[in-house]
């Protein structure tokens, strides 16, 4: 068990679920940790991993939800810019062929994306649109006989640099509504730009996109993505993902802090001996213990196929707000001492600011949740 799980939550899992867990923990423990600070220094993807996690079979498995929530939470757990990689590829861009594409195009694309031959990105925020896409969207697609002509810019595309694929949300001008396409990474016209002086996710390569007449085949048009509506589905998928990733954040955070109150002396004897270090501590160790929880009613009703939007909004807004409380409050226990990389609390400090912002942020996700128990939508 980690140490965080207070209430031993991980002992939902069967003794099969619990083996797959313990392996990807040592995968992450051996593979991702010792490097995951010289990465983020660098600003670097660590591409040599990308086969190695292809050799975890993860991708495309199935698999309960709370198996699914639970490596969420180990891959944040060990670091924010690994799940990321993982949430985007496995997540949204096979996630939204998977959800939206038609049984050629899943045979067609997924089982080479499931052994990371082809990796995924999916675009859909743009530079002047994030929380207002739904309505918003100004990349445009055009169709031409057979083929589509995309034309507009996105911001902020995980893996995009190096995807071999990207799943590009656009708006048809026909009808005006959202469509999902999947665009080569060297298709005429495209460019990936990346990102440059991030202070969160460091590793991740994000990148601002291009679209400049490409064009797209009708056969590469997602067939069951016909508004947003179909875009959402896999958005309500991927946030209860990013509540796990949180989760996984706030107990690396506490552990360290832990760690640390007991191996640091002051006036003589360790810090955890201190009352207002232990108050800090039940703080923390209670977010993670509430957010678990949630996650796991949340991974509950996933399987038995009765979720909807609001829960997956509400865990994503809740379990993010407390991961930032957390990481704050292991910072400061740390001092001095937490600004810096070596006790690795920096970098769950800076990342957490991405983990709360992307996927809906606190305030739209509140107003998905809002609308469900009042009846009444207050976006605009």
């Not at 983020?40 to 190695?52: Q, S, V």
């Not at 990796?119 to 055009?142: K, N, Q």
């Not at 232990?278 to 979720?307: F, I």
């Not at 970098?347 to 709360?356: I, N, S, W």
Request: aromatic share 8%.
């Amino acid at each position: 068990m980690l140490a965080g799980d207070l209430y031993t939550f991980q002992g939902l899992l069967s003794d099969d679920e619990s083996a797959i867990v313990q392996r990807v923990r040592d995968f992450l423990a051996a593979e991702v940790t010792p490097i995951a600070n010289e990465y983020w220094t660098r600003a670097e993807f660590p591409t040599h991993l990308i086969k190695r996690f292809a050799g975890l079979g993860l991708a495309g498995a199935e698999h309960s939800s709370l198996l699914g929530g639970w490596l969420a939470l180990e891959m944040g757990h060990a670091d924010a810019s690994m799940a990321t990689f993982y949430g985007v590829h496995a997540g949204l861009a096979m996630g939204s062929i998977q959800t939206c594409g038609s049984p050629e195009q899943q045979e067609r694309w997924l089982p080479a994306m499931t052994s990371f031959d082809t990796i995924g990105a999916f675009a859909l925020t743009e530079p002047t649109g994030g929380s207002d896409v739904a309505a918003g969207l100004r990349t445009t697609a055009r169709r031409e006989g057979d083929t589509w002509v995309l034309n507009g810019q996105k911001r902020w595309i995980g893996n995009a640099t190096f995807a071999d694929l990207v799943v590009v949300w656009a708006r048809d001008v026909e009808d005006n509504q959202v469509k999902g396409f999947v665009v080569p990474g060297d298709a005429p016209g495209f460019t990936a730009t990346k990102i440059e002086n991030k202070i969160a996710l460091r590793i991740v390569q994000n990148a601002d996109l291009d679209f400049a007449d490409v064009r797209v085949p009708e056969i590469d048009r997602l067939q069951r993505a016909n508004s947003f509506k179909d875009t959402a589905k896999v958005l309500r998928e991927t946030r209860a993902g990013v509540a796990w990733q949180a989760v996984g954040v706030m107990l690396a955070a506490y552990e360290i802090a832990l760690e640390y109150s007991k191996e640091r002396h002051q006036f003589g004897r360790p810090i955890a001996k201190f009352q207002l270090v232990q108050d800090l501590l039940v703080r923390m160790v209670g977010n993670v213990t509430a957010s678990l929880g949630m996650c796991v009613r949340l991974a509950q009703l996933q399987d038995e196929g009765v979720y909807k939007d609001e829960h997956s909004a509400l865990a994503k807004a809740y379990c993010t707000t407390r991961m930032r409380e957390v990481v704050g409050w292991a910072r400061e226990l740390l001092a001095g001492n937490g600004i810096v990389l070596d006790y690795d609390i920096g970098r769950f400090v800076a990342d957490a600011e991405a983990l709360y912002s992307y996927e809906g942020t606190r305030e739209i996700n509140s107003l998905i949740v809002g609308r469900a128990i009042t009846g009444h939508g207050a976006f605009v």
